[in-house]
């Protein structure tokens, strides 16, 4: 059980976006508890409409029958319970500020017939206006008129409410830890605070994209007391970035602009940015050995409450997750950017190094960075295309430790000796990274 308003949490957590519930938990038992994933997000878990692409599962039909792409509500229910016996939470994708409107009706996944005139749990009453969001400078034009063209529900009708606040509850009752609440910008503070409060204040992170020029009211921090708010400069910012020089980097956080490290959910990309939806500026595993060195900076920084996204491959940026499942990641149809050795292990770093602060940070000026957290870890990127080479000051006690990064198991590559002085000799390939912690010593291996 969580905490009322919680803003504490883990130190990392995944989203398997469009991955069955199965699948999942497998992947908790098999690899996400083994690796030290605090949680994993799923996607939206009520019944959507029929349609091929990825985006159908943002388009809700009903939300007590909760059947959709990723498995039976069974199957969830299971997931959820093999899930925490490998000691990892999960986290539910809850879009509640709309529902369906493609082809103005069909049949949901679950077989549910529904059309806009004749919703199976909302009367038109139940309905902002028919306005269609026009003004991001006025917050009720924001909060009360359609997302693209999705029908508002009326968040501050008594029914609304309550018919939502059923629906967390019932998740909750399932065993789920926490909710990514889809869309919040579109929906006004005090109407979340009495769905929430009527679902017991589950452990939330508000999906808000704050943007200069934009009303004052739907700002990230009008959303904070709430919870976790999602911090989407993060992303931009370390894109920008490592596509100029990294040594900048040290003090990215709250002087940046951002959100308190407390209040943040923060990520490289996500799934709408790795495809260009709601806009763009982020590194995704498109970027291959640059992705892979951003997001072992955001895991080894101290900021935040970092999400890996995780998902399959595209051209096409609107096409639905592959027919067949990830399997163990054996099919390269799914990309699996948790399960890369350099991510996956720099989990690790974090959990051990959680708590203490950034030390000893050392720059050449460019775009080759180092910095310790306190005196647990050590961590060097190089992001430029000649190696490096350098005696660092790493702050740790002298000893043997494995270099997490080098080959995908702890200890099967280098061995990086810290000396009496705390300085170590390190060997960085061009477009790659070294980091050595006291979790992963090199003797006992
Ligand atoms: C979100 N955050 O606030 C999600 O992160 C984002 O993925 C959702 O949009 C959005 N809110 C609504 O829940 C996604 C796609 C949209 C898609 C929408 C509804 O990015 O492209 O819209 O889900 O499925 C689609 C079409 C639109 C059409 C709309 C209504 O792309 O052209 O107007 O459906 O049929
Ligand atoms: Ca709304």
Known sequence: ????????????????????????????????????????????????????????????VTYTNLSSRSGTESELASMIQRCHAAGVKVYADAVINHTAAHNSGGTGWGGT????????????????????????????????????????????????????????NKLSNMGVDGFRIDAVKHMSPTDLDVILGAAGNPWVFSEVIGAAGEAAEIQPANYTHLGRVTEFKYGTDVAGNFNGQIKYLETIGESWGLLGS???????????????????????????????????????????????????????????????????CGNSA???????????????????VDGTPLQNWWDNGDNQIAFSRGQKGFVVINNESGSLE????????????????????????????VGADGYAQFSVAANSAAAIHGGAPAAPC
């Open 1 to 60: 059980a969580l905490a009322s308003n919680n803003l504490s949490a883990g130190t990392a957590f995944v989203h398997l976006f469009e991955w069955r519930w199965n699948d999942i938990a497998s992947e908790c038992e098999n690899f996400l508890g083994p690796k030290g994933y605090d949680a994993v997000q799923i996607s939206p878990p009520q019944e959507h409409i029929s349609h091929d692409t990825w985006w159908a599962r943002y388009q809700p």
């Open 113 to 168: 017939p529904w059309s806009l005139t004749n919703h199976p749990e909302f009367s038109p009453a139940d309905y902002h206006a028919g306005c269609d969001i026009t003004d991001y400078g006025d917050a009720g034009n924001v909060w009360n008129c359609r997302l693209s063209g999705l029908p508002d529900l009326d968040t501050g009708s008594g029914y609304v409410r309550d018919t939502l606040a059923a629906y967390f």
């Open 262 to 328: 407390g209040k943040a959910v923060n990520f490289i990309d996500n799934h709408d940015r790795e495809r260009g939806h709601g806009g763009g500026g982020n590194l995704t595993y498109k970027d291959g050995a640059r992705y892979n060195l951003a997001n072992i900076f955001m895991l080894a920084h101290p900021y935040g409450y970092p999400k890996i996204m995780s998902g399959y491959a595209f051209s096409d940026t609107e096409i639905g997750p592959p027919a067949s499942g990830p399997q163990d």
């Open 334 to 352: 799914w990309v699996c950017q948790h399960r890369w050795g350099n991510i996956a292990n720099m989990v690790g770093f974090r959990n051990h």
């Open 390 to 417: 350098q005696n660092l000051y790493t702050g740790l006690p002298a000893g043997a430790y494995c270099n997490v990064l080098d080959g995908d198991e702890p200890c099967s590559g280098d061995v990086i000796s």
